[in-house]
């Protein structure tokens, strides 16, 4: 089998046996790096340290990503003027943290037979979101409830 040292220098063509010397002389394992290759090619290294440091890159890896939620803002269709600027407040939010925002009109009794002004109500925070949010899935009307999603223009 093709030999390499720790530090990436070939040593060649070695019996088993030999590299198991080798490796125990310095105190390191020996690792099949390319079990297909012919011969085949092991290198010699610390494998707990090499496993712990595999581990700490991964870690660091997830620290730094960000996940995207979908996070959910219920509205009605007779919503009074303070109730929609809090509730539009929030969406701005959720967009500017870099989550997409479901947005869902929520329909009682004989509001349904005016799905118009569930609509309008939620273009209206469409046009207000336009500049941190984009229409992801245009309204949905589904049972009782019309939905939609707005994705962030730029994820952080």
Partial sequence: MR?????G???GIVSIDEARERAAERGL???EVAPEARPPVVKMMDYGKYKYEEARQAREARKKQHTIQVKEVKYRPGIEEHDYQF???HARQFLEEGNKVKLTM???GRQVTHPELGLEV???VTEDLQEV???EQQPV???RTMSMVVAPLKVK
Avoid: A, C, H, P
């Fill in 3 to 7: 030999l390499i040292t720790d530090d």
């Fill in 9 to 11: 220098e070939q040593i």
């Fill in 29 to 31: 394992d020996l690792v």
């Fill in 87 to 89: 509730k539009t407040r």
């Fill in 106 to 108: 929520m329909f009682r």
């Fill in 122 to 124: 939620l273009s209206r």
């Fill in 133 to 135: 949010g984009k229409v």
């Fill in 141 to 143: 009307f589904e049972g």
